[in-house]
């Protein structure tokens, strides 16, 4: 039985300002595409589907449109990660399961078991959203549940996971221990820490022939190769900029035996850095190493007047401009003077500091929350 492993879509998500729904919705196609291809017997999905626990309007019918297609090719395996609200992610998941669309409920105390059968038997496949303690204490109040492996082993048991059927698990967690080094990136909200709030250990996780894990952006194992994040599908930070995003292709054969590779993924726009100064930047032989439609991270290796314009001309999606030289974003004395500081609007002031730190001009939303806030603050003492 084949499976297509990927995580943490987080559709409507916005980097610097720049929103990833566009390319989302393109990458989502290639990941179908590839499910497709593959004559997959699954699509998993594990954990961190939406950004934001209340999702943006965008990214529900986008997922919608993905799932709709999806749930043509083959049946579809999603947990809620810590960045969905699993209450809203579970919305019509009866009528969804007719459809072949399994989507994990709110914890209940135990996990949700989908058993399938193929040459090789039945198949148990596991669901469990994003737990910490505290969610799971209420359901066993004669137990005392204070770390996360507690956590855990509880719910396995009330789970009566047999160890010597063909199992797998599909969750959303850290999962640490002796020899695990995880490698993390900037755009995860949380990090991987021994007793960490939702870090579990990968003894406990012996019974499953493989883990398909969420929560970590970079693709790589969690101890054994079969206990696998297959990382995120789009670069969400500076500190992906080097890495290949691909989804786990996952062949379950007999107890035992799991077949394991990866397929890239080819986003639409990449996302590059660049360093220098701005004529080596700009220059012909600069141009030529990658697509000028690209987000790009601007690193300057000097403060040249009216470097945003310049470079924005070239490459439109600029996300972010650093300064090298000082340390700064390029705020100098020479800038504005003390005396035009004094007379300038706040919000003006304000926009000005911005581009100045980001690269970009406020959007209309963010012009409008510093607005509110300056009325706030008006005739407050400070």
């Not at 007999?254 to 077949?259: I, L, S, W």
């Not at 314009?309 to 070239?314: D, K, L, S, T």
């Not at 000005?352 to 008006?378: C, H, P, W, Y």
């Amino acid at each position: 039985m084949r499976f297509i492993h990927t995580s943490d879509l987080h559709i409507g998500k916005t980097v610097h300002g720049f929103s990833m729904t566009d390319d989302q919705s393109y990458i989502l196609d290639q990941i179908a595409n590839i499910a497709e291809k593959e004559k997959a017997d699954g699509i998993i999905i594990a954990g961190d589907v939406y950004d934001k626990g209340v999702p943006t309007e965008d990214a529900v019918h986008e997922f919608d449109r993905f799932l709709s297609r999806a749930a043509d090719i083959c049946p579809v395996y999603i947990v809620a990660g810590n960045h969905d609200s699993a209450e809203r992610l579970s919305f019509g998941r009866d009528l969804l399961m007719r459809n072949g669309v399994h989507i994990t409920d709110t914890y209940s105390g135990k996990m949700e078991k989908i058993t399938v059968e193929d040459q090789f038997g039945p198949l148990n496949i596991y669901l469990l959203p994003y737990i910490k303690p505290s969610l799971v204490r209420p359901y066993f109040k004669d137990e005392t549940v204070t770390t996360p492996d507690k956590a855990m082993q509880l719910t396995l048991d009330a789970s009566d996971v047999d160890p010597n059927a063909r199992n797998l698990l599909v969750c959303h967690q850290f999962i640490v221990g002796k020899g695990i080094e995880l490698s993390t990136t900037d755009s995860e909200d949380a990090k991987p820490i021994v007793g960490g709030i939702d870090c579990i250990s990968a003894e406990l996780l012996k019974p499953f022939d493989y883990v398909a894990l969420g929560h970590i952006h970079r693709a790589q194992s969690a101890g054994r190769d079969t206990i696998r994040y297959c990382g995120s599908p789009l670069k969400y930070s500076e500190s992906e900029a080097y890495d290949s995003k691909s989804v786990t292709v996952v062949d379950m054969e007999e107890k035992g035996k799991v077949g394991l590779r990866t397929v890239p993924l080819i986003p639409k726009k990449d996302l590059r850095l660049l360093k220098g100064t701005i004529e080596e930047i700009l220059s012909p032989e600069a141009l030529k190493q990658g697509n000028r439609d690209d987000y790009v991270i601007v690193t300057l290796k000097e403060n040249p007047k009216n470097a945003i314009e310049r470079i924005r001309e070239i490459y439109p999606f600029v996300m972010h401009l650093n300064f090298e030289s000082d340390g700064t974003s390029g705020l100098s004395d020479s800038d504005i003077s003390i005396e035009d500081i004094r007379k300038m609007d706040p919000i003006d002031l304000f926009e000005q500091f911005f581009e100045k730190m980001n690269g970009r001009k406020l959007t209309s939303e963010e012009t409008a929350i510093v607005e509110s806030i300056i009325e706030e603050l008006d005739g407050v003492d400070i």
